[in-house]
C-alpha cells in the first residue's frame, strides 16, 4: 500500500493523486491513483534534482506503478530536493503538469524490510538477529523495530507485539515470554524513529512501517526450574547428639546457678514439712536430685533415638 502524503492534479481531466515513498537508500516508488489510467503512451513522472544540475530522471508508470532507480553515486542524503512533474499524451500532445516544486525524500521514507532474520536459541532464551543495508548504518541509531512473535499454528493477527527497539540489530527472547514445547515464528518491520522536537528540520526524518521481513521459525527454550536443592530429611545422630547436647547445658547451668535460683525464686516458698511431713522424717529434709541420675536418663532418652546403638548406664555416686 502507499498511504502517505499526496497530490492530486486536475480533478476534472481525471488526472488523480500521486503518492511517492522511498526506501532512503536508492529508490523511489510511486502510485498513481486515477478513475481512468487511459490508454496508448504510459504516463511518467519527472523527477529534476534541485541541487545537482543534470540530474534527471524519469520514472515510468505500469498500470498504476512506476518505481525509480537511482544510480548508484545518487544514493539520497538529508539534502536532497526534487522538482516533481507529471507527463502524459492527451490527443496526440504530450502534457506537463507540475506536482511538487520541493519533493524531500526524507519527509517520505518507507524503508525495506530487515533482511537475514535469524533465531539462536539457547537453554533459556532465544536471540534474534538481522541486518539493514549497508547505507543505512550511519541511521542506525534512528531506526525503531517491531517484533511480531507467536506459536506456528497461530494466525498473526494473533500475534504478540514487541515495539521500541531502537538503534540494535539484536533482541532477545526470554523462555517465560514463549510456550513451552512449541515451534514459534517471529517477523520484523522498521521505521524510521519519530524525530525529537528539538532536531534541526535538515535533520528531520518521516514515513511509516516498512513491510514485515520474512518470518523465522525456531523452537522454544526449555525453561529451566529455580536452583533450590531437594530437602533432604535430618541425620538422626545429629539431631540426638544435638538433643543431648542441649539437655546437658541446661542441666549444668541449672545446678550451677541453683543457688541464685532458690535466693531470688525460693525465698516466699513455704516449708514442706508440712506436705511432706513422712518423706522429710525419712531423708532428713535432703530433697536434691541426683545430677548423675538426671545426666544418665536424659542419655538414655537421647540416644534410644539412634537405631543400632548398644545402651548403658554409668555408675556414679550420688552428688
Known amino acids: 500500500g502507499f498511504p502517505g502524503v499526496q497530490w492530486s492534479l486536475f480533478p476534472g481531466l481525471g488526472a488523480g493523486t500521486f503518492t511517492c515513498l522511498t526506501n532512503n537508500v536508492l529508490r523511489i516508488d510511486c502510485h498513481w491513483a486515477a478513475s481512468e ?6 504516463p511518467w513522472l519527472l523527477f529534476t534534482s534541485n541541487h545537482a544540475p543534470g540530474s534527471v530522471h524519469k520514472c515510468v508508470f505500469r498500470a498504476s506503478v512506476c518505481t525509480l532507480v537511482l544510480p548508484p553515486e545518487e544514493v539520497l542524503v538529508p539534502s536532497d530536493n526534487f522538482t516533481i512533474t507529471f507527463h502524459r499524451d492527451i490527443s496526440g500532445k504530450e502534457q506537463v503538469s507540475l506536482v511538487d516544486p520541493q519533493y524531500l525524500p526524507r519527509r517520505h521514507v518507507k524503508l525495506d524490510p530487515p533482511s537475514d532474520l535469524q533465531s539462536n536459541v539457547s537453554s533459556d532464551s532465544c536471540v534474534l538477529t538481522w541486518s539493514i543495508t ?3 548504518e550511519p541511521l542506525t541509531s534512528l531506526l525503531t523495530y517491531e517484533l511480531a512473535f507467536k506459536r506456528q499454528e497461530e494466525a498473526w493477527e494473533r500475534a ?13 527472547l526470554e523462555a517465560v515470554e514463549l510456550d513451552p514445547g512449541t515451534t514459534c515464528e517471529a517477523r520484523l518491520r522498521v521505521q524510521m524513529a519519530t524525530a525529537e522536537d528539538d532536531v534541526a528540520e535538515e535533520d528531520r526524518y518521516e514515513g511509516q512501517w516498512s513491510e514485515w521481513s520474512q518470518p523465522v521459525r525456531f523452537p522454544s527454550p526449555q525453561r529451566r526450574g529455580p ?10 545422630t545429629l539431631v540426638a547428639v544435638s538433643i543431648f547436647l542441649l539437655l546437658t547445658s541446661l542441666t549444668y547451668l541449672l545446678f550451677k546457678l541453683s543457688p541464685r535460683v532458690k535466693r531470688t525464686f525460693y525465698q516466699n516458698v513455704p516449708s514442706p514439712v508440712t506436705f511432706f511431713q513422712p518423706l522429710y522424717s525419712v531423708h532428713n529434709g535432703n530433697f536434691q536430685v541426683s545430677f548423675c541420675w538426671l545426666w544418665g536418663w536424659s542419655l538414655v532418652l537421647v540416644l534410644s533415638l539412634v537405631p543400632g546403638l548398644q545402651l548403658w548406664w554409668p555408675s556414679c555416686s550420688v552428688w
Not at 515495539?163 to 539484536?170: A, K, N, P, S
Not at 536452583?227 to 538422626?236: A, F, K, V, W
Open 227 to 236: 536452583l533450590i536443592p531437594p530437602l533432604r530429611q535430618p541425620d538422626s
Open 37 to 42: 489510467l487511459g490508454q496508448g503512451a504510459s
Open 160 to 172: 504478540r507485539h514487541k515495539d521500541r527497539i531502537v538503534g540494535v540489530t539484536r533482541l532477545i
Open 134 to 136: 549497508p547505507a543505512l
